[in-house]
């Protein structure tokens, strides 16, 4: 009974091994789509009054269904120490890419 624990516990480990050997992160496996028609400019959109602890997220254009799709702006809860820098359209390659929203450093920023 010993040896059969045994060897059902090393071919645990070997499965779990080779499993963790042939993982592939997210992020390694994205691909950069370029589009190569330029985005609408952007919609105006009337900014509501400031909120504590918030920032405002303007709205941006989107691909979905092979052309461009307008999303609202929306209200991003505040981090201390970091700015908000929304999603858009870079050049990139002879067209567009698109860079998501982020949360970058402020240099300015002191506790």
């Given at each position: 009974m010993r040896h059969l624990t045994r060897t059902l516990a090393a071919v645990?480990?070997?499965g779990m091994a080779a499993g963790a050997a042939s993982y592939t992160p997210p992020a390694a496996a994205r691909e950069v789509v370029v589009?190569?028609?330029?985005?609408?400019?952007?919609?105006?959109?009337?900014?509501?009054?400031?909120?504590?602890?918030?920032?405002?997220?303007?709205?941006?254009?989107?691909?979905?269904?092979?052309r461009y799709v307008w999303?609202?702006?929306?209200?991003a809860a505040g981090r201390p120490g970091y700015v908000y820098?929304?999603?858009?359209?870079?050049p990139y390659r002879g067209g567009y890419h698109y860079?998501?929203?982020?949360?970058?450093?402020?240099?300015h920023w002191h506790r």
């Open positions: 645990a480990a070997l589009i190569r028609t330029a985005p609408p400019p952007p919609r105006f959109e009337r900014v509501p009054p400031p909120r504590v602890g918030y920032v405002w997220a303007p709205g941006y254009w989107n691909w979905y269904g092979g999303v609202g702006g929306r209200w820098r929304g999603p858009g359209w870079r860079e998501r929203e982020t949360w970058v450093r402020d240099p």
